[in-house]
């Protein structure tokens, strides 16, 4: 984190790091009920941090919520336990925080 937080980045790898940094947390499973909120807070807190305080007028949350069998769905498609992630399978949820802008 305090790599990326040092580093240049495009808009697109913010939001890719962004998307990462919000998948990886909720694949941890630090919490009894799992990590969503959190992931999601880290995940805007990154943008803002990379973008300006804006980011927090994102509203990914509310796509997520819409989207939420897909969020899960896509969450899923990479394993269930954290040591077993298969990244190769991240694309559609690394997706759905750009499309979160474009959900009127």
């Known amino acids: 984190m305090e790599l990326l937080l040092k580093t240049e980045l495009s808009m697109g790898e913010v939001f890719f790091f962004a998307s990462r940094i919000h998948l990886i947390f909720a694949k941890i499973h630090t919490w009894n009920d799992g990590n969503g909120r959190s992931a999601r ?3 805007k807190w990154f943008l803002a941090e990379k973008l300006d305080e804006k980011a927090w007028f994102v509203q990914s949350e509310k796509y997520y919520y819409r989207q939420h069998q897909h969020y899960y769905k896509n969450i899923r498609l ?7 992630l298969d990244y190769k399978q991240s694309v559609p949820f690394l997706l759905m925080l750009p499309n979160s802008l474009f959900d009127g």
């Open 41 to 43: 807070l880290l995940e």
């Open 78 to 84: 990479l394993g269930l336990e954290y040591t077993d």
